[in-house]
């Protein structure tokens, strides 16, 4: 992955990154309050739904390399 955004970058093309922490969000967050909020700041429709999906019920895991994972 980095390596296509360096090689994408020295081609002078655009790299556009979204990287979202969810650690503890759904222990946090009411998902109604977030719902309104993320219509409120114009969020695309489709992407409203997987944030509720991925709130419920969801365990998180996050491998950054083979010998770093954090559960």
Not at 4 to 23: G, P, Q, S
Not at 43 to 55: K, R
Request: aromatic fraction near 10%; charge should be neutral; hydrophobic fraction near 40%.
């Amino acid at each position: 992955m980095i390596y296509k955004w360096i090689t994408a970058t020295e081609h002078k093309e655009t790299v556009r990154i979204l990287l979202v922490d969810f650690f503890k969000a759904y222990d946090l967050v009411c998902q109604n309050v977030l719902v309104n909020k993320l219509t409120k700041c114009n969020v695309p429709d489709n992407l409203v739904p997987w944030v509720c999906v991925f709130l419920q019920d969801h365990e998180q895991r996050v491998k950054i390399r083979n010998d770093i994972e954090c559960t």
